[in-house]
């Protein structure tokens, strides 16, 4: 099995700041891209931010220059630094890792539960 389990988000007021943590465990063999996407009652799911195992990193356009994605390796880990929040930043976030669980699996793709960001006054 494997489990990735999101926490750090909650409310916040506008131009504040909360930190994302998505932590993969189970059997895994390797991951390649992590990353963060979100979504609000009646749209799809969005991508945020993305971020490979070499380190090529992309961003939507909404949250450049505001979000930072990293990740840490040795832990299966992945974070999402959100600054300046806006209310539109309002969602459920998911985190997503693309992995393998034995040297010959296919990649496969992994969704954490979610967890709620209100940004609100």
């Known amino acids: 099995q494997v489990q990735l389990v999101e926490s750090g988000g909650g409310l916040v007021q506008p131009g504040g700041s909360l930190r994302l943590s998505c932590a993969a465990s189970?059997?895994?063999?390797?991951?390649?891209?992590m990353g963060w996407y979100r979504q609000t009652l009646g749209k799809e799911r969005e991508l945020v931010a993305t971020?490979?195992?070499?380190?090529?990193?992309r961003y939507a356009d909404s949250v450049k220059g505001r979000f930072t994605i990293s990740r840490d390796n040795a832990k299966n880990a992945v974070y999402l630094q959100m600054n300046s929040l806006k209310p539109e930043d309002t969602a459920v976030y998911y985190c997503?890792?693309?992995?393998?669980?034995?040297?010959?699996?296919?990649?496969?793709?992994?969704w954490g539960r979610g967890t709620q960001v209100t940004v609100s006054s």
């Open positions: 971020i490979a195992s070499r380190g090529r990193i």
């Open positions: 997503n890792a693309d992995l393998r669980r034995a040297i010959l699996d296919d990649v496969r793709d992994y």
């Open positions: 189970g059997s895994i063999f390797s991951i390649d891209t």
